[in-house]
Every structure is written in C-alpha cells, then in structure tokens.
C-alpha cells in the first residue's frame, strides 16, 4: 500500500521508473503494478461458483479440468468412430475411419485449445481490469 501512496506523489512517472519499497529494496513501477493486479486469493476465485449476481468468475479455477476432459475425449473419440463404423458398415471402412478420425480429433483438439485460450484470455482481460479499477479507487482515498 505504501508503493501505491509513493506512486500518487509522482506527476510522471514510467514503469521503468525506481521506486523505494518498504523493506528499503528498489523496484520499478511496472513491476509494483504487475505485482499489485496478480495478488489474487483463491478464495475468492473458488467462492465464484455460489456468487448469483456473476461478480467473481470461476472460469480461471476450472479451465484446466476442462482441458483435461477435452484432451480425454479428443483421444477417445478415434476408438469410438472405429466401433461404431465396424458395428455399421464392417470390412474396412473402419480403418479407414479410423484413420481419418485420428488427424481430424487433432486439428480439433488444437481449435479447442484456442478457444479456451481465448475465453481465459477474455476473463483475465476482466479480472486485471477490476484489480486495476480497484487500485485506482485506493489511490483516490
């Protein structure tokens, strides 16, 4: 907090200005910054889900176990087009199946991949924003 007080005596400052920590260390504004928006509680994060009015997101917390079940599913679904083809048609169709299945469950996985990439990117957009807006409203105390 006491970063954020020196930083409300500047008139311009840069990130790549120094300033003095409490501890007597020198570190940059950019980096106090940086500091200061990913100083997040889990707490906070996982108490998202009970949250009605959508204030907390709970996105951040459970995008990885998505991505797990995605990736499982992507690997599964080769085996499951190569059943249901060989329980169908029979002879060959399901090799053949099988072999197509496998490069389009990749090119799918990586556009799976980015989509959650960029939904994370989306709520990290916000969440840095609010922490900023946050900041903001302590430095007008």
Known sequence: MEQIKQLARYKHISPTTPLETDDGDKMLVGDIISDLVNSQSTATQTSGFFDIRFTRFITNTWISIIWVIVIIAHFIAPFVVCAVM????????????????????????LFSRMSLELTIVL???????RATKERLEELKV
């Open 86 to 109: 060989a329980n169908t048609v029979g002879g060959g169709a399901p090799i053949v199946a099988f072999v197509l299945s496998v490069p389009l469950a990749l090119l799918s996985l």
């Open 123 to 129: 709520f990290r957009i916000e969440s840095n924003t």
